[in-house]
């Protein structure tokens, strides 16, 4: 891992100041040191934002601009051709450029002269890190502004995933996606590969002509002729850079939101995201308008490993949200709200992504409360806390179940806990209580367009907060209360207690049937949304092979189609040792490949009596259908264990 890099004596000034402003100075209760010195340094230790996750020199030099040429290449699993940097100076005499780089063949690099002309550049390829790969140093002398570098990517990138034919569901044509967050980029394009840094991007990718490629940005439009263009002129992080080819096919929602899949499942995900311009509708209602032209979802094959993922005007999701009754359509409010908080408002640092996750969790449910009443906003309120009490229970240390993570985070995975996604959002949610919904509505909307296309730090949103909204109402809220949700671990008291009438009904009978007054037929779940079904098996507790059994039986939960369902009762068979249920968990493990449900399936049977091996067997057998991404967690899953 690379050494923590300090930053200059002025930077580290600003931040502490930016720390000391809103918290009135320092709090005895944080000094382990009493020399003012020692404190300054610890604060700035503690403070401090440089993205240590990226060899990248972005304080001295910055891209500006990334042209791809790539022709993609299936039979040898690479993309391979050129990308041309352009950059500027941050400091006036920088004349070595530093890149991320991993598991990239560099064939030639170049640098243009003063007349234009292409002229080789000295390079040199550092010790590679299993996470961060190799700094690709340039020498580009004082006065060029571009770089061009032939290179080709490995067949291991790990941010790209190459499907052979028989693993789509059209069997006859193989397929290529990206994931590029966090550190993915870099395995698909030399690049500043950090949210710090912003560029604007076009590209011209070649396929087998009889296939469809997207990405990330405005298309040509033009016909399926195995060469198509892209260009995406506002500035985005690299981590929002993505490819995707396959036999795809595309269906209009509106105008200008539409959804790509592959043919089987094309119609049933227009049908299930057929709300979309709603929410799209509710979002520029709330936080100003959508400013990134198009909006169109592709619905990807099963071993997507996320969710969703909000690639800027081409969200990626899972099929696994394609449930028959939109139950699931949250994580398309999600990847959307992206378009705001993440897209447009960027956290600069890995140790702020609650900025990113929180915020739009945050946003989410505010348009699913807009669009589908307070009932389901708050369900999904409920399961979110019941996720995050897991988390910070399970938290390996403390310091990681704060918003602003500690400085010494191992990888940005761990940045990506429900701390991020829940806690972050139910600090909103406590400032929007504190300050009035139409004051912090009002504030948001102006965030979002104060920081648009800028990465920011925690510190740069408490001290905005500070100026916009504190100042004008001092009393709401005090500077220990802001200090406990930011800077220290677990949850404050003072967060929101979710009620929901309709999670108290399903608590109530699921209470009556462990305490046998009622037998499981009749519990009334005729009404009952995935929401309510969630709610029931999560909070089950450990029960007896028969009881198991009637539950299966009465409501067929072993093989259900709604992959949240079967995930939540999978967990609970496994706590229990209900054998019945293997055969289809086998399936699910076998067939999808989200994170979210493979990550905790693995995890449990690895901590269960006798489930470890079976697991591994399972693994053995899924594994080559899994993302490059899911392989690596779940393989160091098991070594943890
Ligand atoms: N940006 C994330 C996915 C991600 C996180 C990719 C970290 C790589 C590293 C995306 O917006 C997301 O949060 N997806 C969630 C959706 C959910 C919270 C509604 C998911 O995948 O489950
Ligand atoms: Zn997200």
């Not at 189609?561 to 999978?570: D, H, I, L």
């Amino acid at each position: 891992m690379q050494k923590f890099k300090t930053k200059s004596a002025k930077a580290l000034l600003l931040s502490v100041s930016a720390f000391a402003l809103v918290f009135g100075g320092c709090n005895a209760a944080d000094t382990k040191t009493d020399t003012p010195k020692a404190h300054v340094e610890e604060m700035a230790q503690k403070t401090a934002n440089h993205d240590k996750f990226t060899f990248a020199n972005y304080d001295e030099i910055r891209v500006t601009h990334l042209d791809l040429n790539l022709d993609v290449k299936f039979d040898e699993k690479v993309l391979d051709g050129i990308a041309t940097l352009d950059f500027k100076r941050v400091l006036q005499d920088a004349n070595v450029l530093v890149l991320d780089s991993r598991d990239l063949l560099i064939k030639a690099v170049s640098v243009a002269d003063k007349n234009g002309e292409w002229v080789p550049a000295a390079y040199t390829l550092g010790e590679s890190d299993p996470a961060l790969g190799s700094a690709l140093t340039i020498q580009v002398g004082d006065s060029a502004k571009k770089v061009r570098i032939a290179y080709r990517t490995s067949p291991e990138a790990e941010g790209l995933q190459w499907l052979p034919p028989e693993q789509t569901a059209g069997k006859k044509h193989p397929y290529l996606f990206s994931q590029a967050q966090a550190l993915n980029a870099r395995t698909m394009a030399p690049l500043q590969d950090t949210p710090a840094v912003r560029i604007t991007y076009t590209a011209t990718l070649r396929t087998p002509p009889e296939l469809l490629a997207l990405m990330s940005a405005e298309q040509d439009g033009g016909p399926l002729d195995g060469e198509y263009s892209f260009n995406m002129p506002q500035p985005i992080p690299s981590y929002l850079l993505a490819i995707v080819v396959g036999d795809i096919k595309f269906k209009a929602i509106n105008d200008h939101i539409g959804v790509y899949a592959e043919q089987y499942i094309l119609d049933a995900s227009a049908a299930e995201f057929e709300d979309t311009p709603l929410m799209e509708d509710s979002n520029a209602k709330l936080y100003g308008p959508y400013r990134w032209g198009r909006y169109d979802l592709i619905v990807l094959p099963p071993s997507f490993p996320f969710g969703g993922m909000e690639n800027p005007r081409l969200s990626f999701m899972t099929p696994t949200l394609i449930a028959g009754d939109k139950s699931l359509t949250n994580v398309v409010a999600h990847e959307l709200a992206h378009s705001w908080s993440g897209n447009l408002v960027t956290n600069s640092n890995w140790r702020d992504a609650w900025l990113n996750e929180g915020f739009t969790s945050y946003v989410e449910n505010r348009v699913m409360e807009d669009l589908y009443g307070e009932d389901r906003a708050v369900m999904e309120q409920a399961l979110g806390l019941e996720d995050l009490k897991r988390d910070i229970a399970g938290a390996e240390r403390p310091e990681l179940t704060q918003l602003k993570l500690p400085a010494d985070i191992a990888h940005p995975d761990e940045a990506f806990s429900q701390v991020a996604y829940v806690k972050g959002q139910f600090f909103l949610m406590f400032l929007e209580e504190r300050f009035g919904r139409d004051n912090f509505d009002a504030f948001l909307k102006e965030y979002f367009n104060h920081f648009a296309f800028q990465s920011i730090t925690t510190e740069d949103f408490i001290t905005y907060l500070h100026d916009e909204l504190h100042v004008k109402n001092p009393k709401a809220l005090t500077k220990a209360e802001l200090h406990e949700w930011v800077y220290m671990p677990g949850l404050p008291k003072s967060a929101k207690n979710p009620q929901s009438d309709a999670f108290k009904n399903v608590s109530a009978q699921q209470a009556d049937w462990l305490k046998g007054d009622i037998a499981a037929k009749g519990i009334k779940t005729a009404d009952w949304s995935t929401h309510e079904w969630l709610h029931f098996l999560n909070t089950l507790p450990e029960l007896s092979q028969a009881q198991y059994k009637e539950l299966d039986t009465a409501f067929s939960l072993t093989g259900t189609q709604n992959a949240e369902t079967a995930f939540a009762w999978y967990m609970q068979t496994i706590k229990g040792g209900y054998a019945p249920a293997m055969g289809e968990l086998e399936n699910f493990l076998m067939s999808v490949g989200r994170g979210k449900f493979i990550y905790r399936l693995y995890g449990a049977l690895a901590e269960s009596k006798d489930g470890k091996v079976w697991a591994q067997d399972v693994f053995s057998r899924a594994k080559s259908g899994y993302h490059p991404i899911a392989q690596r967690r779940i393989s160091e899953g098991f070594e943890a264990k």
